[in-house]
């Protein structure tokens, strides 16, 4: 079965200060990983996604993530938080031939402390 | 806007009653997802529709929920005789399918569901 974990509830950092926020997978096979923010009534978007190539990622709002084959991990960073960066962020792994549907992890709830 | 809609975004019902969401996906999107999620907790895959075609349905999926696209534009979840248990934010999610086969989804904003 194929399962993602974020290991953290919740993170605090302080406006400036860099974040990261982890997570874990298994998979059978090659995964294409995902990650999402949720902000307060309003729908997931997509912050940035791993399908394949170069291992480190960058996508919107200056977030990027890198790959790591080798400890299955896929952690979210980002060199200087915002406040504005406050939100539920959730991890994703899709795994063809397992059918079409994404599995998510729980979601980590990050605080941008001014 | 030309996101996916998603309507109600509030529903609050007494058990055993039946209740019916719609979602409208990005009209060009040829894929929609049905998702659950408690609080909590990420969401979770219920459904997926491509066109009009549902090609996959999870377990989670009892036999009191039904989903529907029946012109391949917007779907309609329907739960009946809803339990308690059924109180959580149902997602819609829709996606263009055009030969890649990584595609994104793209979200509604959910509808919050509470079985008093």
Redesign the interface.
Same mark, same amino acid.
């Given at each position: 079965a194929q399962s993602v974990a974020q290991p953290e509830d919740q993170v605090n950092v302080a406006e400036g200060n860099p974040l990261t926020v982890k997570c874990t997978y298994s998979v059978s096979g090659n995964p294409y990983l995902f990650w999402y923010v949720q902000y307060p009534n309003r729908g997931l978007q997509c912050l940035l996604k791993y399908i394949t190539g170069d291992n480190l990622v960058k996508g919107s709002y200056g977030c990027e993530a890198e790959f790591n084959k080798s400890q299955t991990s896929f952690h979210l960073k980002k060199p200087s938080a915002l406040v504005s960066d406050s939100a539920l962020y959730f991890c994703a792994v899709r795994v063809l031939h397992y059918g079409q549907n994404f599995v998510f992890g729980p979601g980590t709830r990050l605080s941008v402390l001014p | 806007d030309t *996101?996916?809609s998603q309507d109600p975004r509030h529903k609050i019902t007494k058990r055993g009653q039946n209740v019916t969401f719609r979602c409208d996906p990005i009209s060009e999107h040829n894929?929609l $997802?049905w998702y659950r999620q408690t609080l *909590?907790? *990420?969401? !979770?895959?219920l459904t997926?529709f491509q066109n009009e075609a549902q090609? !996959?349905k999870?377990r989670l999926l009892s036999d009191r929920f039904s989903a529907e696209r029946p012109k391949g534009s917007f779907s309609t979840l329907e739960i009946q005789r809803t339990e308690q248990g059924d109180s959580a934010m149902y997602?819609c999610?829709s996606s263009l399918l055009g030969g890649q086969? !990584?595609e994104?989804? $793209?979200? *509604?904003?959910?509808t919050r569901l509470l079985v008093l």
């Open positions: - | *996101g996916v894929r $997802y *909590g907790q *990420g969401p !979770e895959f997926y090609l !996959e999870s997602l999610a086969l !990584e994104t989804q $793209y979200f *509604g904003p959910g």
